[in-house]
């Protein structure tokens, strides 16, 4: 496990090390005097990355060792620069012809520019710099104090102790998920109950999971013949954990001391094998460890029970190994449970706190998330010091450094700092760059991905690209909680997430030590306190005094530009030249951006992600398309209606998502490498570079739109579309939208062949497809998700529906109703886990048992004259995995004036029918029933919150999918 210094090293080494070997390999290495320069930077700094592994394994290192890794970071970052500068100093020599005209082209530049001597004086400075650093390490005999492996000289506290003792009655918000889970552990009743369950708490560390399982551990111990609490950290010795139970179940066993680890589980196995037992498995940290652990507790019909807590959601799925084991997933307290807990231990008692701190109060708690040991924890400090509103204050801003300093945060700190402890260098790196963005930002998953790319964190592993292992980078650190999910998409991928406040300060903190991000204009003391070279920038919030601040810098060094102020001041910020060694610029919604970014963008030579978000931008500047190393370019959110001349030579693009209709270029034919398309307008595209779409094999997301058709060059730009579809019907595409106001898809009748690889189909118009697409089929064996309008929903429709054998997530918009009602088969549907259905005037489904066997939320409308004839039959007691179930009632050409009484008992009586088969079913599910007159209003937000409503249905979905 890397201490933080150490991590963040490695994170700039690895990358430098696989860059030198790219340029030794590729054709500047076959310049003369430039490869053997080259090979001995790469030789001198393998030796100086195979010492920094090695330490490693310090888990506290010493101020030298700091010291020497701090020297080490800033030359790696200066030797990559000093990279990247020369490759594009020899780049700018090029011309097409073959490698012997590049070769040429190469020879003319150097001499021309003088840049072999420029680069070359670079070059012997840095390797005079790696001499320092080396003797420096033999000086400080660095190797001698790694053999002690960095171990403190006193005994640590396990801080999670108070957690197993705490007192119940200080606890706050526990009563309900306590009672919940007792229920649960002393359950009898079926003969499953008999067999040996566990209960599986998963959560970020400081919720408050190991007091959870103590509480119910206090109200069920009495049930059970023999019991243990045993807790098992990162380094768990099996050995020492098994001979712990064995102490706790038999007092009278005798020394253990001469026993194996096998022998010791063989012991413990024969003393619960007979016995109703309850253990405590605290703090696991790998599924490895808990294979190991579980051998020693035997199956039995007694009804045996074992708690296990985790921060890390594999593990609590592998405890999991039948549907009678359970994951409890622990949530963060309610508002009201933390201000009773924040007040209780500050004032001894709930309701007390002066008017004039209720404000700072209000800010602290936020800042605290919900976390039990946080409020905890600060409260303590609060305790301690005076009843005043300026010394509360004084905390508030200064929470960061205290987790650090102050040692009655002490053991939050060290709670909270074992997670990121215990990660690979990799996702240090990687989880330390989220300190750029500020409290409650939401970070978009593929946002974040691209930039850990252009940074240059990623590295190709065999068999994955740079994409596939940043996404695995962001699922892994999800898994270890330490990045919380927001928003879950249909499949269960994560679509943006965010970072808890007090982790944040943590990040924050070991960002400030490693001189990895530099935090402007936040409250935070990043640039006053800073020393050194600026290596990140994140601006917060930018006014004169900061642009002041700022010019006095040396900003040529700083590799992410990033801009999450929304209160304008942009026009202060120095100009783009300055940040010459850019290779991330990220503008979140800011005013002035298009005068700004118009001067200097063209020197931003090394730039790879450009993100542009603002209404308030209308146009490019021309200097764009000398950026040829850009591979993310997002306009999303702006007016940019055409692209400059000359974009399609950026044939480096890889994610191209622009703003609100603009128009293809020509030439996109070109962009081979493009694999997001976002933005695009077809009809009002030349009809060529329409066709051109066709060529980008390499597509996976093609998001467009359309105007309203009927006139004669539409139906051109239709059939051209038409045609770029079908010839992407070998290519990867995954995901098609298609938005169009008004109009007809019938042109799309004809698509063949489609993508086998398509996972997402969302087709929104304002008008309906008259017939059932001949395109939807059971050989889209990958289509996960699908939107799309139908003028009905026939009984074959929905059959050929049935038969897709990866659908998850189905939502049709229909223009009317069979007059009978549908039924849905206890055939088809494998996976559906989201069925919506809107209707104009409802449309009727009927479940018989067996229907759609997954189905976890259900949203349809329903005709209440038709269910009434039918008798209000709907089957959702034949659903057993459904969690959420909204029914509407519309009526056909309802208003709020067609209200009458006898429609209004139809729909009470409806609503009663539903409600009571709610219910009965088993999962005693949460029914919400629209009638006809809200249906309206229904409707509109339908239209207008969709991003936000299928996020909410799909964090239903997947808690589901993860097993809470």
């Known amino acids: ?547 002041s601040a700022l010019a006095n810098e040396d900003l040529t060094h700083v590799r992410s530009l990033i801009i999450t102020t929304s209160s304008g001041g942009i026009k202060h910020l120095p100009s783009l030249d300055k940040f010459e060694a850019l290779r991330v610029l990220d503008f979140e919604p800011c005013a002035d951006l298009e005068e700004y970014v118009s001067k200097g963008l063209d020197k931003l030579v090394n730039l790879k992600h450009l993100k542009l978000r603002g209404m308030g931008i209308s146009k490019l500047p021309p200097g764009i398309v000398m950026l040829r190393d850009l591979e993310t370019l997002d306009l999303w959110d702006t007016n940019v209606q055409e692209l400059p001349t000359g974009f399609v030579q950026l044939t480096k693009l890889q994610h191209l998502i622009t703003g609100n209709g603009t128009k293809i270029p020509n030439g996109i034919a070109d962009m081979m490498n493009l694999r997001v398309i976002s933005g695009f307008n077809i009809t009002r595209s030349p009809s060529d570079a329409v066709e051109d779409l066709g060529n980008l094999t390499k597509l996976n997301v093609l998001d467009v739109q359309l105007d309203s058709g009927g006139s004669g060059e539409h139906v051109m730009h239709e059939k051209m579309f038409l045609s770029s579809l079908c010839k992407l019907g070998n290519s990867q595409l995954q995901y098609l939208k298609i938005n169009r106001v008004g109009g007809s898809l019938e042109f799309l009748d004809s698509w063949s062949p489609l993508p086998c690889s398509l996972k997402k189909i969302d087709i929104s118009i304002n008008s309906y497809f008259t017939n059932f697409p001949k395109w939807i089929a059971p050989a889209l064996t990958n289509l996960s998700f699908l939107h799309i309008n139908l003028t009905e929903l026939t009984v074959e429709g929905l059959r050929i529906l049935g038969e897709l054998p990866a659908l998850l997530h189905l939502h049709l918009q229909l223009k009317s109703g069979q007059k009978d009602g549908l039924i849905v088969q206890g055939t088809g549907f494998p996976r559906l886990s989201v069925f919506i259905t809107i209707s104009n005037n409802g449309e009727n489904f009927t479940f018989v048992k067996g229907a759609m066997p997954k189905l976890t939320v259900l949203h349809v409308s329903m005709n209440v004259l038709r269910a009434k004839t039918n008798g209000f039959c709907s089957g959702i007691g034949h659903l057993p995995c459904l969690r959420h179930a909204l029914l509407c009632f519309p009526a056909e050409g309802a208003t709020a004036s067609d209200d009458t009484p006898a429609a209004s008992a139809m729909r009470k009586e409806a609503a009663a029918v539903f409600q009571s088969e709610a219910n009965a079913h088993p999962n005693r599910l949460p029914i919400m029933l629209v009638d006809e007159l809200e249906s309206i209003k229904f409707f509109a937000w339908m239209k207008k919150s969709k991003k936000k409503r299928m996020a909410a249905l799909a964090t239903v979905q997947s808690r589901m999918m993860m097993g809470g």
């Open 1 to 547: 496990m890397a201490p933080a210094v150490v991590s963040a090293l490695l994170g700039v080494l690895g990358p430098l090390l696989g860059k030198l070997a790219g340029l030794v390999a590729g054709e500047y290495g076959r310049l003369r005097g430039v490869r053997r320069e080259i090979l001995a930077l790469k030789c001198e700094l393998s030796s100086i990355h195979a010492a920094v592994q090695k330490y490693t394994m310090l888990q506290d290192p010493d101020v030298q060792v700091k010291q020497w890794i701090s020297m080490v970071r800033e030359l790696a970052y200066d030797i990559e620069d000093c990279v990247d500068k020369f490759i594009h100093q020899l780049g700018n020599g090029r011309r097409h012809g073959g490698f012997k005209e590049s070769f040429r082209g190469i020879a003319r530049s150097l001499k021309a520019l003088g840049a072999r001597r420029g680069i070359a004086d670079q070059i012997d400075e840095l390797n005079a710099r790696i001499r320092q650093v080396k003797e420096l390490k033999n000086n400080y005999k660095l190797d001698d104090a790694s053999c002690g492996c960095g171990t403190s000289n006193h005994a640590a506290v396990d801080p999670r102790l108070s957690a197993l003792f705490a007192e119940e009655s200080r606890l706050v918000g526990i009563d309900g998920p306590r009672d919940d889970l007792v229920k649960w552990m002393v359950e009898e009743g079926d003969i499953s109950s008999k067999h040996r369950r566990v209960l599986s708490i998963v959560g970020f560390g400081g919720l408050g999971k190991t007091t959870l399982a103590n509480a119910v551990y206090r109200k069920v111990e009495g049930h059970f013949q023999c019991r243990a609490v045993v807790s098992v950290s990162q380094k768990s010795d099996i050995k020492k954990i098994v001979k712990d139970v064995i102490s706790q179940v038999a007092c009278h066993e005798g020394c253990t001391d001469s026993w194996d680890e096998r022998k010791s589980i063989t012991k413990l196995r024969e003393l619960l094998q007979n016995k109703r037992y309850l253990i405590i498995v605290d703090d696991i940290w790998s599924t490895l460890a808990w294979d190991a652990i579980k051998c020693a507790f035997p199956e039995n019909e007694y009804s045996s029970r074992i708690m296990v807590t985790t921060r890390i959601v594999d593990v609590a799925r592998s405890c999991r190994q039948s549907c009678d084991d359970r994951i409890y997933h622990m949530e963060p307290l309610s508002n009201l449970h933390c201000k009773r807990l924040f007040f209780k231990r500050i004032f001894g008692t709930e309701d007390c706190c002066v008017d004039m701190l209720k404000e700072v109060s209000n800010d602290i708690l936020k800042k605290c998330g919900g976390l039990p040991l946080a409020i905890i924890s600060i409260s303590g400090l609060l305790a301690n010091v005076p009843v005043d509103k300026e010394e509360w204050e004084k905390i508030k801003t200064s929470i960061g450094s205290a987790l650090q300093e102050n040692r009655s945060l002490e053991g939050m700190s060290s709670i909270l700092s074992l997670s990121y402890n215990y990660l690979p260098p990799n996702l240090k790196t990687c989880l330390l760059y989220l300190s750029a963005f500020p409290e409650d930002h939401l970070m978009e998953r593929e946002d974040l991905v691209r930039h850990w790319i252009a940074e240059g964190f990623i590295s190709r592993e065999r068999g994955h690209s740079q994409q596939d292992v940043a996404e695995q980078y962001f699922y892994e650190l999800i898994n270890k909680s330490m990045v919380q999910p927001v928003d879950i998409m249909h499949d269960g991928k994560v679509h943006t997430c965010r970072v808890h406040d007090m982790m944040l300060e943590i990040l924050i903190s070991k960002s400030a030590e490693d001189n990895f991000i530099t935090i402007a204009g936040s409250g935070q003391p990043g640039l006053e306190n800073h020393r050194g070279v600026i290596r990140r920038l994140s601006v917060q919030h930018i006014d004169q005094d900061l642009a």
